[in-house]
């Protein structure tokens, strides 16, 4: 009966790499967000999609691809993975009647 | 653009005592929301409350509150009775009242509970 899950929990990965956190949500909401945690505990909005519309892009790197194939999964595909990519990625869902329900977090580690 | 201050890095209560965590705002917006957020060490975001720029009442959640003081621009979240788990990372963070908006967060407090 899991809310909002994510896909690693873990990840630990070479720069250059290219890797993907999956994001899906089983409260029916229809607006899904992706957070970044830094080393310093701060919290950042990177994107949000509603109904599968992108309609927040914060100045992310284009490197950072956000992918909505229906408004129940909220993917994130990173390409050449950087060392400052390192963080907590956490995805988050709401709708108009309820607030933002936020996944376990993926902890992504760039070698 | 919209601001969270939480000044207090660190907060230490004793067991069943309550604490208040300071938190101060800063927008331009007419309609806004105010969330806390706890944090323990295992990483996930829990809700804890929420607070509208135009309810009347200050918001309450079982042992937590909101003292909302809108002139002051401050939304002080206040725990009563703390308990060991209560010890965690705890976020305040504010939002536009329109739909689907961003949050916004401060640099959070740890707040520790001892025995």
């Known amino acids: 009966d899991t809310a909002v899950s994510q896909t690693p929990k873990y990840l630990v990965t070479q720069m250059g790499n290219d890797k993907s956190i999956k994001c899906e949500q089983n409260?029916?909401?229809?607006?899904m967000y992706w957070y970044k945690q830094d080393s310093k505990k701060f919290l950042k909005i990177m994107f949000s999609?509603?109904?599968?519309?992108?309609?927040i892009n914060e100045t992310v790197p284009n490197r950072f691809s956000p992918k909505s194939p229906d408004k129940a999964h909220l993917n994130l595909h990173i390409n050449s993975l950087e060392l400052g990519d390192s963080a907590v990625y956490f995805c988050?869902?709401?709708?108009?009647?309820?607030?933002?329900?936020f996944g376990p977090g993926t902890r992504l580690t760039v070698l | 653009a919209q601001k969270i201050t939480q000044t207090q890095p660190g907060m230490f209560v004793q067991e069943k005592e309550a604490v208040t965590l300071d938190c101060t705002y800063d927008?331009?917006?007419?309609?806004?929301?105010l969330f806390w957020y706890k944090q323990p060490s295992s990483g996930e975001m829990i809700f804890l409350i929420y607070?509208?720029?135009?309810?009347?009442q200050n918001a309450t959640e079982g042992r937590y509150s909101l003292n909302f003081q809108k002139a002051r621009k401050s939304a002080n979240l206040v725990i009563s009775a703390s308990q060991l788990g209560d010890s965690a990372m705890y976020f305040c963070?504010?939002?536009?009242?329109?739909?689907?908006?961003?949050?916004?967060f401060g640099a959070g407090t740890i707040l520790r509970v001892k025995s």
């Open positions: 409260l029916g909401h229809d607006t």
């Open positions: 999609y509603n109904n599968k519309e992108l309609i």
């Open positions: 963070a504010i939002s536009r009242r329109e739909y689907g908006n961003k949050l916004v």
């Open positions: 607070q509208g720029s135009y309810d009347q």
């Open positions: 927008t331009s917006d007419p309609s806004y929301g």
């Open positions: 988050a869902s709401s709708s108009r009647t309820s607030f933002k329900f």
